[in-house]
């Protein structure tokens, strides 16, 4: 497959979920895939890697790993943002 280098990179990234982020991530590697970041977990509870596609786009791969309350990672739950 040839890479279409004439459409540019979308300023979108999807994120996609999987229940093993660590195997698709081994798959896609071992598949010639571009990473632009390894499996790393996150204080919010997700596993993520992000590789680019043969046109330069940019995919999240995400995995749950833990139910994290957002104040736990300095976020706001949505109920508390509202409210103000």
């Known amino acids: 497959m040839r890479s279409n280098r004439s459409i540019p990179p979308s ?3 999807p ?6 982020a660590d195997a ?3 798959r896609a590697r071992a ?3 571009r990473i632009a ?3 790393t977990t996150y204080p919010f509870g ?3 890697y992000t590789a680019h596609d043969l046109c330069g786009h940019r995919w999240t791969f995400s995995e749950s790993v ?6 736990d990672w300095g976020g706001t739950l949505a109920s508390e943002a509202d409210a103000s």
Not at 15 to 20: K, M
Not at 66 to 71: F, H
């Open 46 to 48: 997700e596993r993520q």
């Open 24 to 26: 698709h991530y081994e």
């Open 11 to 13: 300023q979108v990234t």
């Open 15 to 20: 994120e996609l979920a999987y229940t093993d």
């Open 37 to 39: 970041s390894p499996p």
């Open 31 to 33: 598949a010639g895939a």
């Open 66 to 71: 833990a139910d994290v309350d957002p104040r």
